[in-house]
Nanobody
């Protein structure tokens, strides 16, 4: 069994900062790509940022320069540092991990956290 749990959401004023964390636990051999997604009310889930196993990064245009994704492989944890927050960043943020559970797995499995609410007031 693998569990993925996010934390760190809440309410912040526009211009403020917030850091989200996401940790995987359970039977894990290796974690490949990790991404943060978000979903605002009435909108589709969208990719915010991704960090690949080799360390390369990619960001949605609207957050580039304000958000930073990083990972701590020893802790099976990914972070999303969000600065200069705007009301339009308000959404439920989800962590997505591509995980090999054992050495013998032929392909990775896709795991999602339960989501954490981020609300930015104007």
């Amino acid at each position: 069994q693998v569990q993925v749990v996010e934390s760190g959401g809440g309410l912040v004023q526009a211009g403020g900062s917030m850091r989200l964390s996401c940790t995987a636990s359970g039977s894990i051999y290796r974690i490949n790509d990790i991404a943060w997604y978000r979903q605002a009310p009435g909108s589709q889930r969208e990719l915010v940022a991704i960090i690949r196993s080799g360390g390369s990064l990619n960001y949605q245009d609207s957050v580039r320069g304000r958000f930073t994704i990083s990972r701590d492989n020893a802790k099976n944890t990914v972070y999303l540092q969000m600065d200069s927050l705007k009301p339009e960043d308000t959404a439920v943020y989800y962590c997505n991990m591509h995980i090999f559970r054992t050495y013998w797995d032929l392909k990775e499995s896709d795991y999602w956290g339960q989501g954490t609410q981020v609300t930015v007031s104007s």
